[in-house]
C-alpha cells in the first residue's frame, strides 16, 4: 500500500501503456507546470478506494529530494518514487568522465552559513549541518560517485519517505470535483498497481539522450554509451556532433591520443564566462578551444545536422556529404558524391573512424497519457529541478542545484498557501530598520544571489509607512499575483529588491573583458555591470497586463522609480558612502521620512524644533527606549565631528559616572546641548 514504507517497499501503482515522447520546452509560468488534458484511457469506477497521498514525487535526484524535505518539514502527506535502488541514479552514470562541474568551495573566508550557500553549488537545503557537500568532497570539482553517497544520506538521515524499485509507467489524470484541483493523478507502477495524488511533482530530470535524424545517423555512437577509456582512440580520427558541456568533457578526455578532433554544430560556441550562464561551455573542459586557435589540427566547424548525411566505405570509414546528394543517387556508398569532388578545399574532407552524438537531453513524457502547454487545465501538477529550466533558460541557474533548490522552495512555499492556509513566511520590522534588512539580504542571501532575475524579495509597506513585512525569494513573474500566492497584503506600496547583470555586459559576442568594465562611482551605479543589487519601488502592485507587456529585456514592468547599487569588486555592499548612504536616500525619498538613527539628546532637540519626528524617535525616544546618552558617548560624538564641543574653556572631559563619589547614577541622560547644525559631507550625514 502507498502508506507503508518497508526496506523492500511495496508498489503502489496500477499500469497502462507508454505513450510517445514529447520534447519539452517551456510556457511562462512558476516552475514549467504542465498541463494534463483529459484524455484519458484510465476509467476507474473505485477510484476513491485508490491508495491516496496528498503529494506525490517522481524522482528522487537532487530536486525529488529537496521537495521531499520540504514536505517532511511540514508533516504533509507524501512520498517519493524512484525507479532505481537508490537515490541519485543519474549520477551513478552520468556524467560519463565523473567529474561534476558544480563547483565546491570548500572555504570562502566566512562563517555565514548562508552566504557560503552562494558558493556551494552541490548542497541541497536542510537543517542539517552535516549534509553540506563540502563534508563528502576536497575536490573542487567532485566526482559525481560523491553526489551519489551524498544524496543516500540525504534521504536516510532525513528520514524521507521515498519508495525504491518502484517506476512510474503511466499518469492520467481522474475528475473528481472534490480534489484540490478538481482532479486526481491516477499514477501506474511497472507492476500494475494505481494509486492517486492530488499533487504531482515531476522531477525525474532530462533523461532522453536528443537525437538528429539524418542518412547515417545509424552509424552514430552516443554520449550515453561511448567508450569512457582514451585507449579505444589511439590513433584515431574522430567526429564529435554537438557544442556542449558533454561534448567537449568527451573530447577532453581523448584528446592526448588522436590524431585529431573535429566538432561540429549548428551554432558558435558559447563560453559561460562571456553569457554568464552556467549551462555554457566551462573553462575546464575547453581544452580543445587551445589545440584548434594553436593550430594543433583540432577544430571547430558550424553546419545544420539536418542537411548532412554520414556514408560508410568498405574499409569501415565515415565520410560526412550533403544529404541531397544521397536523394539524388540511389547507389553504393563508394558511388555517393561528395563535397570534395567539386570543392576539393572541403573542410571535412578526410575520413573519420569514429562519430560520437552529444547533443544534450529532452524530458521523457513517455508516462503521460496526453500533455498540452495550458496550466489551468493542469492544476496541481509541477516540473521540478533540470526539466523545469525553462522558465529561465539561459537567464539563471534554474536548472541547476544550486538554482533550483530555491526555486523547489518557492513551489513548496506557494502549496503550503494554497492547500493549507500557511501564508508565505515572512518578518514584520519597523521602518527605521528597512536600509539593514536590504542590506543584510543583498549581501548574504544564496537565493537572490544565485536565481538573480528570477527570485526577488519583495518589502511590503504599511500604512503610513510605520513599518514594513519582508518576503524572501518570491518569483518575479508571479508579482501581479503576490496576495494570492502569499496571502499578504501590497495596498501601501512595495519595493522589489533583485540582482542584475548589467543589461550590455553579457553574451557570445560581447567583451566581457573590456578595458573599463568596472563602474566605480555611485552615481553611474545604473552602468554597473557585473552582478549588483537594483531595487524597485511601486506606489501599486503592477496588473498582469503590465508584467506581461513589460519592456524588452526587463524583469519586471517599469517601476515608480528604481535605484541601482554600484557593482563590487567584492560583492560586499557595505561601503557607508558608495553604497548605503544613495540606498538609504533613495529609501527616504520614496517614503518621504528620515531613515537615520539618533542618539536621545537628538530627538529632544527634534521634539522642540520639528513638528514631525524622525520614524526612530517616535519609536524609540518617545516611548523612552531611544539610546541615552553619556558624558563618554558625547565626547566620541564630538571627536568624530558629529557634535560641536560646547564644553566651557579649560575644562576638561570628564565623566562623571566614572567618577569615584558621583552622586550621579551611570547612564542618566545628559541635558540637552544647542541644535545640531546641518552637516556638510556625506561621511558627516552618515
Not at 507502477?189 to 511533482?201: T, Y
Not at 557544442?243 to 578526455?253: L, V, Y
Not at 544571489?449 to 513573474?477: C, G, H, I, R, W
Request: overall charge neutral; aromatic content about 12%.
Amino acid at each position: 500500500m502507498c502508506h507503508s514504507f518497508h526496506a523492500t517497499p511495496p508498489s503502489c501503482i496500477s499500469g497502462m501503456g507508454l505513450s510517445t515522447a514529447a520534447r519539452l520546452w517551456g510556457p511562462p509560468g512558476l516552475l514549467l507546470t504542465i498541463a494534463l488534458h483529459l484524455a484519458l484511457t484510465l476509467r476507474l469506477s473505485k477510484a476513491s478506494a485508490l491508495p491516496h497521498r496528498d503529494y506525490c514525487v517522481l524522482g528522487a535526484g537532487p530536486a525529488g529530494l529537496q521537495m521531499a524535505y520540504f514536505l517532511h518539514q511540514a508533516g504533509r502527506d507524501y512520498v517519493v518514487f524512484e525507479r532505481a535502488p537508490g537515490p541519485g541514479s543519474f549520477f551513478t552514470r552520468y556524467p560519463r568522465h565523473r567529474k561534476l562541474l558544480s563547483i565546491n568551495k570548500r572555504y570562502t573566508g566566512k562563517a555565514n552559513a548562508e552566504f557560503n550557500l552562494r558558493h556551494d553549488w552541490n548542497s541541497l537545503l536542510s537543517h542539517d549541518s552535516r549534509l553540506l557537500f563540502r563534508r563528502y568532497s576536497l575536490a573542487y570539482f567532485p566526482d559525481a560517485g560523491d553526489m551519489v553517497r551524498y544524496l543516500g544520506d540525504f534521504a536516510d538521515r532525513l528520514g524521507l519517505h521515498v519508495l525504491y524499485n518502484t517506476a512510474i509507467t503511466h499518469v492520467t489524470l481522474h475528475k473528481d470535483l472534490q480534489a484540490w484541483n478538481g482532479h486526481y493523478f491516477l499514477l501506474t507502477d511497472q507492476k500494475g498497481q494505481a494509486c492517486q495524488c492530488s499533487v504531482l511533482f515531476v522531477a525525474t530530470g532530462l533523461s532522453v539522450p536528443n537525437e538528429v535524424d539524418f542518412p547515417g545517423s545509424e552509424y552514430v555512437e552516443g554520449y550515453e554509451s561511448v567508450s569512457v577509456d582514451p585507449k579505444d582512440f589511439v590513433g584515431q580520427n574522430v567526429l564529435i556532433l554537438g557544442r556542449g558541456n558533454s561534448a567537449f568533457e568527451t573530447a577532453e578526455n581523448i584528446l592526448g591520443v588522436t590524431n585529431f578532433i573535429h566538432m561540429l554544430s549548428r551554432s558558435r560556441v558559447r563560453l559561460s564566462w562571456a553569457t554568464h550562464y552556467v549551462g555554457d561551455l566551462r573553462a575546464i573542459n575547453n581544452g580543445l578551444l587551445d589545440t584548434y586557435q594553436l593550430k594543433s589540427l583540432d577544430g571547430l566547424l558550424e553546419s545544420d545536422l539536418t542537411d548532412l548525411a554520414i556514408v560508410k566505405d568498405r574499409e569501415g570509414k565515415f565520410h560526412v556529404t550533403l544529404k541531397f546528394f544521397l536523394e539524388e543517387n540511389n547507389q553504393s556508398a563508394e558511388a555517393i558524391p561528395l563535397p570534395q569532388d567539386d570543392n576539393d578545399n572541403f573542410a571535412m574532407r578526410v575520413a573519420y573512424d569514429r562519430v560520437i552524438r552529444c547533443l544534450g537531453w529532452n524530458f521523457d513524457f513517455s508516462i503521460f497519457n496526453k500533455a498540452s502547454y495550458e496550466s489551468r487545465g493542469s492544476r496541481g501538477l509541477f516540473v521540478l529541478g533540470t526539466a523545469s529550466h525553462s522558465v529561465d533558460y539561459r537567464k539563471s541557474a534554474g536548472g541547476f542545484i544550486h538554482g533550483f533548490r530555491y526555486t523547489v522552495r518557492a513551489v513548496h512555499r506557494l502549496l503550503e498557501h494554497r492547500h493549507h492556509g500557511i501564508p508565505w513566511p515572512s518578518t514584520e520590522h519597523s521602518i527605521t530598520q528597512l536600509t539593514s534588512s536590504i542590506l543584510r539580504r543583498v549581501n548574504e542571501a544564496s537565493g537572490l544571489y544565485q536565481m538573480f532575475s528570477v527570485l526577488a524579495d519583495v518589502v511590503l509597506l504599511k500604512e503610513n509607512a510605520t513599518a514594513f513585512e519582508y518576503l524572501e525569494e518570491f518569483p518575479m513573474q508571479m508579482l501581479a499575483q503576490l496576495e494570492t500566492i502569499t496571502g499578504r497584503q501590497a495596498r501601501h506600496g512595495l519595493f522589489v529588491i533583485n540582482m542584475e547583470y548589467g543589461r550590455n555586459f553579457s553574451g557570445p559576442d560581447k567583451d566581457v573583458f573590456f578595458y573599463d568594465r568596472s563602474v566605480g562611482h555611485m552615481e553611474d551605479a545604473w552602468q554597473s555591470n557585473f552582478l549588483h543589487p537594483v531595487i524597485y519601488y511601486y506606489r501599486h502592485l503592477p496588473t498582469e497586463q503590465e508584467v506581461t507587456f513589460r519592456p524588452a529585456d526587463w524583469p519586471l514592468p517599469r517601476p515608480t522609480v528604481i535605484h541601482h547599487i554600484v557593482e563590487d569588486f567584492l560583492t560586499d555592499w557595505t561601503a557607508p558612502v558608495g553604497h548605503i548612504l544613495p540606498l538609504r536616500r533613495f529609501l527616504e525619498n520614496c517614503l518621504d521620512t528620515d531613515l537615520r538613527s539618533f542618539y536621545a539628546e537628538s530627538c529632544f532637540l527634534f521634539a522642540l524644533t520639528r513638528q514631525k519626528l524622525p520614524p526612530f524617535c517616535q519609536q524609540g525616544y518617545l516611548r523612552m527606549q531611544g539610546l541615552v546618552g553619556t558624558e563618554s558617548l558625547r565626547r566620541h560624538g564630538v571627536e568624530s565631528g558629529l557634535l560641536r564641543n560646547y564644553a566651557p574653556v579649560g575644562s576638561r572631559w570628564e565623566d562623571r559616572s566614572q567618577q569615584p563619589g558621583s552622586h550621579e547614577p551611570a547612564g542618566h541622560p545628559l541635558a540637552p546641548g544647542p541644535q545640531v547644525q546641518p552637516l556638510n559631507s556625506n561621511k558627516e550625514e552618515l
